[in-house]
């Protein structure tokens, strides 16, 4: 389970460096594909498989073969290196604008990677807003 925000930043080459806890749940490689809301998705390859075993088990309409083509056409597995750092591929440094400054939050079952400005935005919510929606659902704090 990941969890925890690290700030870092891409080197020229478009790495990342991924951070010592992060990387023991990873292994030696992982799968790196678009996110939503503007972020990368850093998947362990057991989470990929069943979130792509979901995928294919969905009815093969318009909006779920979108989808399909949105996660797993621009997906990549990359190998992490020795020095623990993993290379974005330049699409999808891209998708997300990474530049340089980028944050990297454990999100339970994947890692999600910013740009630091994206990042700071999004998170400028009301999160009391939020959580009161939350209660809705079941979830309280």
């Not at 992060?22 to 998947?43: A, P, Q, T, V």
Request: glycine fraction near 8%.
């Amino acid at each position: 389970m990941f969890f925890g925000e690290y700030n870092h930043t891409i080197d020229a080459k478009g790495r990342i460096i991924i951070p010592s806890k992060f990387r023991e749940e990873l292994g030696d490689s992982c799968f790196i594909s678009k996110g939503l809301d503007g972020c990368l998705y850093i998947f362990p390859t057991g989470e990929w498989e069943n979130f792509l075993e979901k995928l294919s088990t969905m009815p093969s309409d318009k909006d779920t073969r979108k989808i399909i083509r949105y996660f797993s056409a621009g997906a990549d597995q990359a190998e992490i290196d020795k020095q623990g750092r993993v290379l974005i591929r330049n699409d999808l440094k891209e998708h997300a604008n990474l530049t340089k400054d980028i944050v990297l939050a454990g999100t339970l079952n994947r890692i999600e990677i910013w740009s630091k400005s994206v990042w700071d935005k999004e998170n400028d919510d009301d999160i009391d807003e939020i959580a009161e929606k939350m209660a809705g659902y079941g979830l309280t704090f």
